[in-house]
């Protein structure tokens, strides 16, 4: 795909575009209204941190760019950009919404009621479970390959409500998996830098089987990009391979800085407590 072609060629992919567009802007909208509504609450008028709404932004944004761009427009024809438009949400987007603290927005904004509600929910079992190292894998590689079985890819091809769903899924199943390694919300589990190397590796162990899956396959595997890019499929296939393949990588080395840092960050805490005053 060109810059041009980046650039110019925008799609809104028909009603269903549009209504997923207009619920990524009214979340915004709500983000940005509840940090205002937690610093009227708040008695000392405490900001929302700018650095936590500029990730959450972020990541809308760069979701808005992902599927309504020419990376979007051009999914339907190659499959390699299809590939970089989930990988893109699953490793870009989805962190960066994470960074921003929803939940922790939640509780800053919400009356005293609502904020012993959403506690009593945070501490359930079903989340606890859904947000664990082992839910939140589980879950995520699930989606990733029941999506990738040729009739359900298919599918999501063919219907554009299945593939706003498909897109939903993606991101949700990101964030599960995002939001304990991430750390800024108050969620019942929180890996430990070894468990979060864990999670990571896990997760990418259904890219590589599907990548292999993609590369090795002696004709194209989802019959819609045969169609649409002719004999230059089977080619673009295998460059979709590697995209899923490396494009994983960037999580898997931050995630790993992360845990470098961490005993650098805790020296540092020691040496701060031995030099201060008794």
Known sequence: MSLRAFALDWKLDGPT???????????????????AEGRRRDRRRRPWPRSRTACFLSGLTVLVLDLYSGIGSQADTWLSVHMVEH???????????????????????LPRGGRCRLGRWLRSRPLASATGPIGSVTVFCAVLVVTHVPAVYGLALSNDYVHEAQ?????LAALLVWAPLVGADPLPHRPSPRGQLGCVAACMVPMVLIAVWLATASSPVYSHYL????????????????????GGLPAFLVIALKRRRMPQRRRMQQVRSHSAPA
């Open 87 to 109: 990988m893109v949400m699953w490793v870009v987007v989805a962190p960066l919404l994470a960074a921003g603290a929803p939940v922790r927005l939640a509780l800053y904004s």
């Open 167 to 171: 897109h939903a899924l993606y991101l």
């Open 227 to 246: 169609h649409a890019s002719g004999s230059a499929a089977l080619a673009d296939q295998r460059t979709a391979a590697g995209i899923m393949w490396v």
């Open 17 to 35: 575009g549009v209504l997923f567009l207009a619920l990524v802007v009214a979340v915004g909208a709500l983000y940005l209204g509840a940090a």
